[in-house]
T-cell receptor
Framework: GESVGLHLPTLSVQEGDNSIINCAYS??????FIWYKQESGKGPQFIID?????DKRQGQRVTVLLNKTVKHLSLQIAATQPGDSAVYFC????????FGTGTRLTIIP | EPEVTQTPSHQVTQMGQEVILRCVPI?????FYWYRQILGQKVEFLVS????????KSEIFDDQFSVERPDGSNFTLKIRSTKLEDSAMYFC?????????????FGNGTRLTVT
């Protein structure tokens, strides 16, 4: 069946370093992907999206890379800050609007 | 920046009582959603709503649940007879286009506690 999931449940990064959060998907027909973050006690927050006609998209301090050959998606956060601590989710349009368990990013001061 | 607002932030109710959770989606958005998150678990889809009708619902969204857009700005979730296992954070979301083409914007949730 269709699935979008995340590689690691947890990731710890030193403050100031770059973070890379990975995600895999199984459906080759997926053509739109979204990254969300969820801070403790808050709702999921849209970070950045990408369509399948692109390989890369940049936002403020974030970059999403899409590798359609291996069906892999990554979110890169530059110069990680304490405020980046959250659970990060990738989602695709074929996923019946469901979220996976996410990757919990912890920033080490 | 426009945002989705939810009220109340915390609702405590007794088992068997009806609750209504309220949401004001972003004003130019056409698609509306409810999700829930039981403590420590995943965000789970409940229902999506477009053009004044339900477009998709999950198996969680049984006959005890209903949604309504009573006017041009509010979107509500009603639970008719709450159960202990309904205790969760309930998130409302809206999107400009459907989830296949645009991101969902979430509110900060209503924490429902059923005692």
């Amino acid at each position: 069946g269709e699935s979008v999931g995340l590689h690691l449940p947890t990731l710890s990064v030193q403050e100031g370093d770059n973070s890379i959060i990975n995600c895999a998907y199984s459906n080759s027909a997926s053509d739109y992907f979204i990254w969300y973050k969820q801070e403790s006690g808050k709702g999921p927050q849209f970070i950045i999206d990408i369509r399948s006609n692109m390989d890369k998209r940049q936002g403020q301090r974030v970059t999403v890379l899409l590798n359609k050959t291996v069906k892999h998606l990554s979110l890169q956060i530059a110069a990680t800050q304490p405020g980046d601590s959250a659970v990060y989710f990738c989602a695709g349009p074929m996923e019946k609007l469901t979220f996976g368990t996410g990757t919990r990013l912890t920033i080490i001061p | 920046e426009p945002e989705v607002t939810q009220t109340p932030s915390h609702q405590v109710t007794q088992m068997g009582q009806e609750v209504i959770l309220r949401c004001v989606p972003i004003s130019n958005h056409l698609y509306f959603y409810w999700y829930r998150q039981i403590l420590g678990q995943k965000v789970e889809f409940l229902v999506s709503f477009y053009n004044n009708e339900i477009s998709e619902k999950s198996e969680i969204f049984d006959d005890q649940f209903s949604v309504e857009r009573p006017d041009g700005s509010n979107f509500t979730l009603k639970i008719r007879s709450t159960k202990l296992e309904d205790s969760a954070m309930y998130f409302c979301a809206s999107s400009e286009q459907g989830s296949y083409n645009s991101p969902l914007h979430f509110g900060n949730g209503t924490r429902l506690t059923v005692t």
